[in-house]
């Protein structure tokens, strides 16, 4: 035995910095499949900035998913300017990073892209009507992330714009379902149940869309809300919370 007993204060600290221990073990050994990296630029980012950021990259991915899908079921409209599918979607993103227009876009972003993309009346529009929607989309959810791509501290989430772009990309879902061409066909084939299954990536991704609008303009109101309140607060706190600690208990 030892002659000099540990106390039971030593053994708490102990047990203590052993659970910490394991905890940031276990910490650092968790990942996920959405992990990433810290970025040099997440620094100059708060935390509602990233949660936009994220929210954007999604909401891009599932326009992607939708134009790959638009395309496969109406080859059409890729062969009007492309070579393949996947080369008009090449051409689409390029023009929308670098803030060029599609030809017979004629400079149209946003709901106005998207309403060159059912025209029919008096003029059909001739160009492609998936890479029209996919620029309006795109224009779209640029401006509800307050015009930028990638927000920092000094940007933040535009509550109004979101969720216009939520009820525009609602519209959009609706008529591609439901606009005919002057033949009475669909302008655009989307939802497909068959014999060989069901294809509901449209419906599902642009509904994902939607919602992460939603949830980006709730929280953009939440936000200067909780502002005025948190103000509020800490003045009162500020003033009175030393009175307040006199009182006896």
Same mark, same amino acid.
């Given at each position: +035995? ?7 204060? %030593? ?49 891009? @991915?599932?326009?992607?998913?939708? @134009? ?47 309403? +060159? ?16 929607? %996919? %620029? ?16 920092? +501290? ?96």
């Amino acid at each position: +035995m030892s002659d000099f007993p540990v106390s039971p204060r %030593v053994w708490h600290r102990a047990l203590l910095f052993g659970a910490a221990a394991m905890l940031l073990g276990l910490a650092a050994c968790t990942t996920t499949e959405r992990a990433q990296p810290y970025a040099g630029n997440e620094w100059i980012q708060t935390s509602a900035n990233r949660i936009a950021n994220l929210a954007l990259r999604d909401n891009l @991915q599932s326009i992607r998913r939708v @134009q790959l899908s638009l395309y496969r079921r109406n080859p059409r409209e890729w062969h009007k300017w492309a070579a393949s599918a996947e080369d008009a979607i090449q051409r689409t993103w390029a023009a929308i990073s670098q803030q060029s227009s599609l030809p017979d876009l004629q400079g149209a972003t946003g709901i106005d892209a998207i309403r +060159m993309a059912f025209e029919t009346q008096p003029k059909p529009y001739a160009g492609d009507r998936v890479a029209a929607l %996919v %620029v309006g989309w795109a224009s779209l959810l640029k401006q509800a992330n307050g015009g930028t791509w990638e927000q920092s +501290m000094l940007d933040g989430v535009n509550a109004e714009n979101s969720y216009r772009a939520a009820r525009n990309v609602e519209i959009s879902l609706w008529l591609i379902g439901s606009k005919t061409g002057p033949d009475g066909q669909p302008l655009l084939l989307a939802t497909e149940i068959s014999e060989r299954g069901r294809n509901l990536v449209v419906d599902r991704e642009l509904s994902k869309v939607v919602a992460r609008l939603d949830l980006l303009a709730a929280q953009a109101d939440e936000k200067y809300r909780r502002a005025a309140l948190d103000f509020g607060q800490n003045w009162f706190l500020g003033s009175l919370g030393p009175f307040f600690s006199m009182v006896p208990r």
